[in-house]
Nanobody, 119 residues
């Protein structure tokens, strides 16, 4: 069974930092794109950042504040979030395109981790 598990969310004051992690587990052969998305209350899910090999892409709203990175040996993607703002409050979801040893391909989503930015 393959799954993504996020961690690192929580409550932080404006201007603070958090680091999210997402680990893919299972009989994985390789992982193509990995990314982070978020969904605020009453809003649609939106892209935050993606990473394909060493190529990164960010939403305009987080450029210069957030950094996405990955550790291929650990099947893990990270999101370092600095200078957090109240408008960053949302549930953050991890997404990954995973090729299994069996040859099957999955577009996976984690269950999400809550990030709340408030004083």
């Amino acid at each position: 069974q393959v799954q993504l598990v996020e961690s690192g969310g929580g409550l932080v004051q404006p201007g603070g930092s958090l680091r999210l992690s997402c680990v893919a587990s299972g009989s994985i052969f390789s992982i193509n794109a990995m990314g982070w998305y978020r969904q605020a209350a009453g809003k649609q899910r939106e892209l935050v950042a993606t990473i394909i090999r060493d190529n990164t892409n960010y939403a305009d709203s987080v450029k210069g504040r957030f950094t996405i990175s990955r550790d291929n040996a650990k099947n893990t993607v990270y999101l370092q979030m600095n200078s957090l703002r109240p408008e960053d409050t949302a549930v953050y979801y991890c997404n990954a395109g995973v090729l299994m040893v069996s040859g099957r391909y999955y577009d996976l989503w984690g269950r999400g981790t809550q990030v709340t930015v408030s004083s």
